[in-house]
C-alpha cells in the first residue's frame, strides 16, 4: 500500500484553465503539505494542514486553493493557470506536525506542465 | 527564516569510492531530514535526525544541532547512488521543511 498517494502523476494543460490535484495519505498522520519544486529543482513549502486547519501559507499567488476534506485527503485547486505554474508539486505528511516534530513522508508528485 | 546550504553542489565519483556531503543550517531545529532524488523524482527518505549519528546499510548520518551541521556519508559507491541529496530542516509548529539546494551526485561504473 502505498503511504501517500497523489492523482493525477502528469498534468498538460493550457494557460487560463483551472485544475486540481489530489494526495491521500494512509498513515493516519495529522499534518498534510504541499511543496513545488522548480525547474532548478528547487523545493519550497507552500501549504500545510493540522488537523483540518490551515498552519502555514507561504507567499503563494491566491490562485492556489488547498482544501481538506478530511485528515487523510489535501487537495491543491489551481485557478487561471500560468506559464509559471510549470512544476512537480509534492504531498507530504506527517505525524505531530507541531512539537515534536515528526518525519515527513512524501508522495510521488505531479508534474504540471502548461502550454 | 531558517537558511540551509549544502555542499558540494556536484559530486563525480568512481563506483566504489566513498563521499561526505555536508548540511549547514543558520538556526536551532526539531527536524532534519536527508532525502536522494532519484532520476525518475522520487524523494526518498533516508535519515530523520534532528541529532546524534545514524546508520543504514552504507549510508550513515551525523547532526551536531549545536554547531548547526549533519554529515552524510555514503561509503562503496554504486551506480544506483547517483542522483540528488536533499538535506531539509524545520523548527517546528507545521513550518514545513525548509531544503537545501542539493548535491548532484553521478557515480561512474
Known amino acids: 500500500d502505498t503511504a ?8 498538460v494543460t493550457q494557460m487560463g484553465n483551472d485544475k486540481s490535484i489530489k494526495c491521500e495519505q494512509n498513515l493516519g498522520h495529522d499534518t498534510m503539505y504541499w511543496y513545488k519544486q522548480d525547474s532548478k529543482k528547487f523545493l519550497k513549502i507552500m501549504f500545510s494542514y493540522n488537523n483540518k486547519e490551515l498552519i502555514i501559507n507561504e507567499t503563494v499567488p491566491n490562485r492556489f486553493s488547498p482544501k481538506s476534506p478530511d485528515k487523510a485527503h489535501l487537495n491543491l485547486h489551481i485557478n487561471s493557470l500560468e506559464l509559471g505554474d510549470s512544476a512537480v508539486y509534492f504531498c507530504a505528511s506527517s505525524q505531530d506536525g507541531l512539537l515534536p516534530v515528526g518525519e515527513q513522508y512524501f508522495g510521488p508528485g505531479t508534474r504540471l506542465t502548461v502550454t | 527564516g531558517i537558511q540551509v546550504e549544502q555542499s558540494p553542489p556536484d559530486l563525480i565519483l568512481q563506483e566504489g569510492a566513498n563521499s561526505t556531503l555536508r548540511c549547514n543550517f543558520s538556526d536551532s531545529v526539531n527536524n532534519l531530514q536527508w532525502f536522494h ?3 525518475w523524482g522520487q524523494l526518498i527518505n533516508l535519515f530523520y535526525i534532528p541529532s546524534g549519528t ?3 546499510g552504507r549510508l550513515s548520518a551525523t547532526t551536531v544541532a549545536t554547531e548547526r551541521y549533519s554529515l552524510l556519508y555514503i561509503s562503496s559507491s554504486q551506480t544506483t547512488d547517483s542522483g540528488v541529496y536533499f538535506c531539509a530542516v524545520e523548527r517546528g509548529g507545521a513550518d514545513g521543511l525548509t531544503f537545501g539546494k542539493g548535491t548532484h551526485l553521478i557515480i561512474q561504473p
Request: proline share 14%.
Open chain 1, 4 to 11: 501517500v498517494s497523489q492523482t493525477p502523476k502528469y498534468l
Open chain 2, 37 to 39: 532524488q532519484n532520476p
Open chain 2, 54 to 56: 545514524k546508520q543504514n
